[in-house]
C-alpha cells in the first residue's frame, strides 16, 4: 500500500494530492518521526480524516473554489511526476488501488489535451467509489494522545459516548466525557475491559463512568479521600455522601452489587498486589500533591494490578507557558509515564492540536464555554493528556 513507503517524497506527494498542498516543516518532520505515520495506513487516514480535507470535499461538492491559489496548486501537482506516474500515484492514493487501464488512460488523454492535473483530483475525490472508501475511514484511533476533537468523528467511539447517555454534539465537545469515552474505548481496545473485568477508580468522586463500568466488568471499586475543599467546591466530587447513598448519584440504573465506594488515599492503596484489571484515575492526580504525589499514586496503581493489567489515566498537560498548580509540564508526563514495571502502549500523540487547532477557554473568564478541550490560566494553555500503561 501507498503509506508503507515513508519516505519524504511519498509524504510530500501524499499531502498534495490529498490536501492540495505542501506539509510544512512540522508536518513533515512528525510524519517521518513516525508520530502520525506509526502504522501502515496511518499517513492516508490522518489526512482523510482531518478537517482540512473535510472542508475541500465540501466545497468540491458544492461547486465552491477549495484552494486558494490554484496555479500554485497545479505548480504543486506538475511537480510529482510525467502524467502516467501522476495518475497512477492519484488512483494510488486517492482510490487505494492501482488504476485501471481504461481510467488511466482516459485521464491521459484528458491531461495531454490541456486538462488541469488538480480537475483529476477532484473527479476522483468527487466519485462514488471515493465517497464509499472516504466513509468507512476511521479517524484518530490511537489511545494515548492529548483530548482529540477528531474523536468526535469516529463512529466506534460516538457509540461509546452515546452510550453513556453523553451527547455527541461537536458543539458541546469537553474534556470530561473525552475522558469517559476514551477509557472505555482504550480499556476495550486493548482487552483488559471484559464481563469478568475487576476495576480500580482512584480519586473516583462520583464519576459517572463508574455507573457505566458497573454494568459492564464484574466488580468496580471507587475510592477517594472524600474530604477537605472537594466536599464544596466546583461538582462536588468529593462529597462523601456518595459513601452512604451511592444511588442517589447514579445517571442510569446500575448493577447496585458490582459497585463499592471506599474512602482511601490514592497514594497508599489498601488492596493486595495484582488485584485488578484495570486501574484508572481520572483528572484527579494532579491534586495529589505535585510530580511526587502523582508518582507515588501510579507507582501503587502499578502495584495492585494483575501482571498484564491496564492503568489508565488522565491528567492536565501543559501545552505552552509557564508551569501552574496542578497541571503538569510534559518533561513532568515524561517522567511520571516512565515507572519501572510499567510500559506505554504506544507513544502519547502530542500533536493533535497542531493538527486540530482550537482557541483555548480562558478558565477565569468563561469557564463553561464549549467546544471546551484546550482551556488556560493566564498564559498557562492546557489540556487532557489520556495514557495507557500496561504492567509488564
Ligand atoms: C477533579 S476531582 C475528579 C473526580 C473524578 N475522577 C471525576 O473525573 O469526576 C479530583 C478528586 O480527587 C480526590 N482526591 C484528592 N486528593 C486525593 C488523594 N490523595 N487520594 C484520593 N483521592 C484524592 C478529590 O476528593 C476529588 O474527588
Given at each position: 500500500m501507498a503509506t508503507d513507503r515513508r519516505g519524504a517524497g511519498s509524504v510530500v506527494e501524499a499531502y498534495w494530492l490529498i490536501l492540495g498542498r505542501a506539509p510544512t516543516a512540522l508536518e513533515l518532520d512528525d510524519e517521518l518521526r513516525g508520530h502520525?505515520?506509526?502504522?501502515?495506513g496511518a499517513l492516508l487516514r490522518g489526512l482523510l480524516s482531518s478537517p482540512e480535507f473535510d472542508r475541500l470535499r465540501t466545497a468540491w461538492q458544492a461547486g465552491?473554489?477549495?484552494?486558494?491559489?490554484d496555479d500554485a496548486l497545479e505548480r504543486g501537482l506538475l511537480a510529482l511526476g510525467p502524467d502516467d506516474a501522476f495518475v497512477r500515484r492519484a488512483y494510488d492514493w486517492i482510490l487505494g488501488r492501482p488504476a485501471d487501464a481504461a481510467g488511466a488512460a482516459h485521464y491521459a488523454r484528458r491531461l495531454a489535451e490541456g486538462e488541469r492535473r488538480a480537475n483529476v483530483v477532484r473527479a476522483l475525490v468527487l466519485s462514488n467509489e471515493f465517497t464509499r472508501r472516504w466513509r468507512s475511514v476511521p479517524r484518530d484511533?490511537?489511545?494515548?494522545?492529548?483530548?482529540?476533537?477528531a474523536k468526535w468523528d469516529n463512529d466506534e467511539w460516538l457509540a461509546i459516548l452515546r452510550s453513556l447517555?453523553?451527547?455527541?454534539?461537536k458543539l458541546l465537545m469537553h474534556r470530561k466525557p473525552y475522558e469517559f469515552a476514551q477509557l472505555i474505548y482504550g480499556c476495550r481496545r486493548l482487552g483488559a475491559?471484559?464481563?469478568?473485568s475487576v476495576v480500580l477508580s482512584v480519586g473516583?468522586?462520583?464519576?459517572l463512568v463508574l455507573y457505566w463500568l458497573a454494568n459492564h466488568a464484574r466488580r468496580v471499586v471507587a475510592t477517594d479521600?472524600?474530604?477537605?475543599v472537594w466536599q464544596a467546591?466546583?461538582?462536588?466530587?468529593?462529597?462523601?455522601d456518595v459513601l452512604r447513598r451511592p444511588e442517589q448519584y447514579a445517571p442510569f440504573a446500575y448493577r447496585q452489587e458490582a459497585l463499592d465506594f471506599m474512602k482511601m488515599d490514592g497514594r497508599q492503596l489498601a488492596f493486595r498486589p495484582g488485584s485488578f484489571d484495570i486501574a484508572y484515575s481520572l483528572s484527579?492526580?494532579?491534586?495529589?500533591?505535585g510530580v511526587d504525589g502523582a508518582a507515588a499514586t501510579i507507582r501503587d496503581m502499578g502495584r495492585v494490578l494483575k501482571a498484564g493489567g491496564i492503568l489508565a489515566l488522565a491528567t492536565e498537560y501543559v501545552l505552552a507557558g509557564p508551569p501552574h498548580e496542578e497541571t503538569f509540564q510534559p518533561s513532568e508526563i515524561a517522567a511520571l509515564v516512565g515507572q519501572p514495571g510499567l510500559e506505554l502502549v504506544e507513544p502519547i500523540d502530542d500533536q493533535v492540536f497542531r493538527r486540530y487547532p482550537v482557541t483555548p477557554v480562558d478558565l477565569y473568564r468563561?469557564?463553561?464555554?464549549?467546544?471546551?478541550m484546550v482551556v488556560r490560566f493566564n498564559d498557562t494553555v492546557f489540556t487532557t493528556v489520556m495514557i495507557f500503561l500496561r504492567k509488564t
Amino acid at each position: 500500500m501507498a503509506t508503507d513507503r515513508r519516505g519524504a517524497g511519498s509524504v510530500v506527494e501524499a499531502y498534495w494530492l490529498i490536501l492540495g498542498r505542501a506539509p510544512t516543516a512540522l508536518e513533515l518532520d512528525d510524519e517521518l518521526r513516525g508520530h502520525l505515520n506509526q502504522s501502515p495506513g496511518a499517513l492516508l487516514r490522518g489526512l482523510l480524516s482531518s478537517p482540512e480535507f473535510d472542508r475541500l470535499r465540501t466545497a468540491w461538492q458544492a461547486g465552491r473554489p477549495a484552494h486558494a491559489d490554484d496555479d500554485a496548486l497545479e505548480r504543486g501537482l506538475l511537480a510529482l511526476g510525467p502524467d502516467d506516474a501522476f495518475v497512477r500515484r492519484a488512483y494510488d492514493w486517492i482510490l487505494g488501488r492501482p488504476a485501471d487501464a481504461a481510467g488511466a488512460a482516459h485521464y491521459a488523454r484528458r491531461l495531454a489535451e490541456g486538462e488541469r492535473r488538480a480537475n483529476v483530483v477532484r473527479a476522483l475525490v468527487l466519485s462514488n467509489e471515493f465517497t464509499r472508501r472516504w466513509r468507512s475511514v476511521p479517524r484518530d484511533s490511537q489511545l494515548c494522545e492529548l483530548a482529540n476533537p477528531a474523536k468526535w468523528d469516529n463512529d466506534e467511539w460516538l457509540a461509546i459516548l452515546r452510550s453513556l447517555g453523553l451527547s455527541d454534539e461537536k458543539l458541546l465537545m469537553h474534556r470530561k466525557p473525552y475522558e469517559f469515552a476514551q477509557l472505555i474505548y482504550g480499556c476495550r481496545r486493548l482487552g483488559a475491559l471484559r464481563e469478568d473485568s475487576v476495576v480500580l477508580s482512584v480519586g473516583a468522586g462520583h464519576e459517572l463512568v463508574l455507573y457505566w463500568l458497573a454494568n459492564h466488568a464484574r466488580r468496580v471499586v471507587a475510592t477517594d479521600m472524600y474530604e477537605g475543599v472537594w466536599q464544596a467546591v466546583q461538582g462536588r466530587e468529593g462529597d462523601p455522601d456518595v459513601l452512604r447513598r451511592p444511588e442517589q448519584y447514579a445517571p442510569f440504573a446500575y448493577r447496585q452489587e458490582a459497585l463499592d465506594f471506599m474512602k482511601m488515599d490514592g497514594r497508599q492503596l489498601a488492596f493486595r498486589p495484582g488485584s485488578f484489571d484495570i486501574a484508572y484515575s481520572l483528572s484527579s492526580i494532579e491534586h495529589f500533591g505535585g510530580v511526587d504525589g502523582a508518582a507515588a499514586t501510579i507507582r501503587d496503581m502499578g502495584r495492585v494490578l494483575k501482571a498484564g493489567g491496564i492503568l489508565a489515566l488522565a491528567t492536565e498537560y501543559v501545552l505552552a507557558g509557564p508551569p501552574h498548580e496542578e497541571t503538569f509540564q510534559p518533561s513532568e508526563i515524561a517522567a511520571l509515564v516512565g515507572q519501572p514495571g510499567l510500559e506505554l502502549v504506544e507513544p502519547i500523540d502530542d500533536q493533535v492540536f497542531r493538527r486540530y487547532p482550537v482557541t483555548p477557554v480562558d478558565l477565569y473568564r468563561e469557564p463553561y464555554q464549549t467546544p471546551h478541550m484546550v482551556v488556560r490560566f493566564n498564559d498557562t494553555v492546557f489540556t487532557t493528556v489520556m495514557i495507557f500503561l500496561r504492567k509488564t
